[in-house]
């Protein structure tokens, strides 16, 4: 298996515009993750989903950011407008079950300048 | 009270030292208990998992956990300079759907 794929793996843009970030789940995994780790505040969790459906959005920080599942091989991650202070390694993962560890992908390394 | 805590550190044991890091959790009803560990710029991997009361070891890793006092813990034996890293708790707690809270992560230093 391929393992949790996200892209990009960098990402420069100014503040203001629009930043999507991509995953791509293990096949068969049931559950996926969106995690923000900063030095500051370390792995936070922002958003997951079970079978496509968002579960607990609690951590997506405010209104700018947006995740989306339409369908099981595939995630967003959306923030608009960015803003410096959203720089951040974010990182996707899955598991297959409630249980289960989590396998994570690279990361996308965010710098809003 | 944080969900997860742990000591952030850093630890530092000498080459072929026991390293020993703890994690202390919130939620009573957690199921599941993770170790991660993470190198600079890389993502975080999984090194344990345990499920039960006691412990579990692997190689010279051994987790052990104790619901009752709702702490878990991870032995590294004989560490080794390779074993340098931050290594993340990781707790399945039931409040909100199961989803995995990770503490802040212990940085441990092993002295060659």
């Known amino acids: 298996d391929a393992g949790v794929i996200q892209s990009p793996r960098h990402e420069v843009t100014e503040m203001g515009q629009e930043v999507t970030l991509r995953c791509k789940p293990i096949?068969?995994?049931?559950?996926l993750f969106w995690y923000r780790q900063t030095m500051m505040r370390g792995l936070e969790l922002l958003i997951y989903?079970?079978?496509?459906?968002?579960?607990?959005d609690s951590g997506m920080p405010e209104d700018r950011f947006s995740a989306k599942m339409p369908n099981a091989s595939f995630s967003t991650l959306k923030i608009q407008p960015s803003e410096p202070r959203d720089s951040a390694v974010y990182f996707c993962?899955?598991?297959?079950?409630?249980?289960?560890?989590?396998?994570f992908g690279n990361g996308t390394r965010l710098t809003v300048t | 009270q944080k969900e997860v805590e742990q000591n952030s550190g850093p630890l530092s044991v000498p080459e072929g030292a026991i390293a020993s890091l703890n994690c202390t959790y919130s939620?009573?009803?957690?199921?599941?208990f993770f170790w991660y560990r993470q190198y600079s710029g890389k993502s975080p991997e999984l090194i344990m998992f345990?499920?039960?009361?006691g412990d579990k070891e692997d190689g010279r890793f051994t987790a052990q956990l104790n619901k009752a006092s709702q702490y878990v813990s991870l032995l590294i034996r004989d560490s080794q300079p390779s074993d340098s890293a931050t290594y993340l708790c990781?707790?399945?707690?039931?409040?909100?759907?199961?989803?995995?809270?990770f503490g802040a992560g212990t940085r441990l230093f092993v002295k060659a």
């Open positions: 993962a899955s598991r297959p079950d409630r249980y289960s560890p989590l396998h």
């Open positions: 096949s068969g995994h049931d559950y």
């Open positions: 939620d009573r009803g957690s199921q599941s």
């Open positions: 989903f079970n079978n496509n459906v968002p579960i607990d």
């Open positions: 345990i499920y039960s009361n």
């Open positions: 990781a707790v399945n707690p039931p409040t909100g759907g199961f989803k995995t809270i």
